[in-house]
């Protein structure tokens, strides 16, 4: 009798610790304004800049190359990451759908020069303290992997 319920234990122990694994292993959700995406480029601290896919690798995005990037994530995997600074490497994470699609306004002058809407005003007049329309992307860094090339941008 006793060793059946032990063995009972051990099997449910079992069963308990597979399921939770299995659970636990699986990536979070993405939320409904947001991707998941792989981008290539170099960091330099918490920042970011995108560079062109190297051909062995396969396109997941259309980030445009020398877009910049501000990092966000657990400490660890940035440090990690700055531990690799002047290689390149490909981050995965999650942003905003909305910051996919590049910098606002009308492009002029081969595209580098772009211009959009005025900086907010506050109803007295004066400029708003916070320009949120020229802060820079925030990617939320789940893991990245190391490409073996030397950064080529500046």
Partial sequence: ????????AILFAAIFSCVTGILCAQER????????????GCAKGRAFIVAQT??????????????????????DVLADIKKHEG??????GLIRKAALKGPGGIPIAGGRVRI??????????????TLTSYEQ???DVEGWRQLGENCSVK
């Fill in 1 to 8: 009798m006793k060793a059946r319920t032990l063995v009972r």
């Fill in 29 to 40: 959700p993405v939320p409904s304004d947001s991707a998941r995406v792989a981008i290539p």
């Fill in 54 to 75: 190297p051909e062995h690798e396969p396109t997941q995005t259309d980030i445009a190359p020398g877009r910049r990037l501000r990092l966000s994530g657990p400490k």
């Fill in 87 to 92: 290689r390149l490497i490909e981050v995965t």
């Fill in 116 to 129: 959009g809407a005025g900086v907010p005003q506050s109803p007295t007049g004066e400029p708003s303290r």
């Fill in 137 to 139: 992307p925030v990617l």
